[in-house]
């Protein structure tokens, strides 16, 4: 199956948003055996939203995803350009209306009138549901291509994709994928390429690389199911130093899982990262059973009067220094009486460099009642990146002791 994915919105032409929906559309329809084989972006003109599906429908293409513009402002104008191609006439849904009316009341809220737009439902097309917004998903056909409309809202987006596309297109689909992520943390893109590509025939698989600011994930799509498995088991003994899990889970999903099933738990004493090691560990569903406190000991006062850090040290060593930092990770395990100390302390720039401490210059210590280590990291002169490479590394830090501590 060959899908294509329009997006609609002046916010994504603008730059005021990123288009990450289409991304993740992808990304999602790969898995089963989806093809998306072009993306498209127009603005919220309903000429050019005409066009652009004209367009579309005369590529071999057997899907095509819509997302943005279902929305009750002036400016969603998605559903007017879609009936108005398809030769739709409009009815208003007045069981819907109602069941709108009562949701909103159900918050506190008097519906306005303007969300009446989204009771619309077509002539010669079908509606689906929305579990957790106001506007639903719109399905036509012609000429042997499928069009699914569906909010631009990305969590309303992920969901009606999940429970309603994706069960679609598998039932479509003429053929049975495979698809196994391999997440990594830590090494190029560049590198994992020449580890892995210089060893192996790709002809029976397809292989992506997905690089982000915290690893990249390797994706291997293909029929054969065994020959995915081969080369799976390949991908492990190539660069199992770099690999945090195979699936979709995330670095701190995975610690605080660990932590949870062996009854661990945590604190972290933040520099650098101003608090960001334990926002994301409390994202986390569960986190507050594992997650002691954490202090933020921006300034070297902090770090005397809140972490206890030996003023000698912090004079004789430096704030950025694997002295302080062992002293930091130490100090706050005792102060929460935690399982776990995790500390982190670095220059993230732009300024504050030196040709002996240059921006980048990260040190991460963890701690826990058998051994206590510090990692050293130069990351970049960018202030947001060495912040979360730093998250990243001290999350990967903590995951790699747990997984040791298990054996």
Not at 181 to 198: C, D, M, Q
Not at 330 to 348: P, Q
Request: glycine fraction near 8%; hydrophobic fraction near 35%; charge should be positive.
């Amino acid at each position: 199956m060959r899908a294509s994915v329009l997006a609609i919105g002046d916010e994504l032409l603008s730059g005021k948003t990123t288009n990450t929906n289409a991304t993740w559309i992808s990304q999602k329809l790969m898995v089963v055996g989806c093809d998306v084989v072009r993306h498209l972006v127009v603005s919220d003109d309903e000429i050019e939203i005409i066009e652009s599906l004209n367009t579309l429908f005369n590529y071999k293409i057997d899907l095509i995803i819509c997302t943005g513009g279902l929305g009750p402002t002036d400016d969603d104008i998605t559903r007017k350009a879609i009936f108005n191609f398809f030769n739709s006439d409009s009815h208003f849904d007045n069981d819907y209306w109602e069941y709108l009316q009562n949701k909103f009341l159900s918050i506190g809220y008097k519906i306005p009138k303007s969300n009446k737009s989204q009771a619309i439902i077509p002539s010669n097309g079908k509606v689906f549901s929305n579990p957790t917004g106001s506007a639903r998903g719109l399905l036509f056909e012609k000429n042997n291509i499928t069009l699914m409309a569906l909010p631009g809202v990305p969590s309303e987006m992920q969901l009606m994709i999940k429970e309603t596309v994706i069960p679609w297109v598998s039932k479509k689909s003429k053929k049975q994928n495979y698809s196994i992520n391999i997440r990594t943390t830590g090494v190029p893109e560049s590198v994992l390429f020449e580890k892995i590509n210089n060893n192996n025939n790709l002809d029976e698989i397809k292989i992506g690389y997905y690089p982000s600011l915290l690893g990249v994930d390797i994706r291997i799509n293909g029929s054969n199911k065994k020959s995915i498995k081969l080369f799976e088991k390949m991908i492990i003994s190539n660069v199992s130093e770099y690999i945090y899990t195979i699936g979709e889970e995330s670095l701190e999903e995975l610690v605080v899982k660990k932590m949870l099933n062996s009854n661990i738990t945590i604190s972290t004493a933040e520099s650098c990262t101003g608090g960001l090691i334990g926002h994301r560990i409390t994202q986390v569903p569960g986190s507050s059973s594992i997650y002691q406190g954490g202090v933020v000991s921006y300034s070297n006062k902090s770090k005397l009067t809140q972490l206890n850090i030996n003023s000698n040290t912090l004079k004789k060593h430096g704030a950025v220094s694997k002295e302080v930092a062992l002293e930091m990770a130490v100090n706050i395990r005792t102060i929460f009486d935690s399982n776990i100390g995790l500390s982190v302390t670095g220059i993230s720039g732009p300024g504050g460099g030196s040709l002996d401490k240059p921006v980048g210059l990260v040190y991460v210590a963890y701690c826990d009642h058998n051994i206590s280590k510090v990692e050293k990291f130069n990351f970049h002169s960018n202030r947001q990146s060495n912040k979360f490479l730093t998250s990243q590394s001290a999350l990967y830090l903590i995951l790699k002791n747990l997984i040791k501590n298990e054996k």
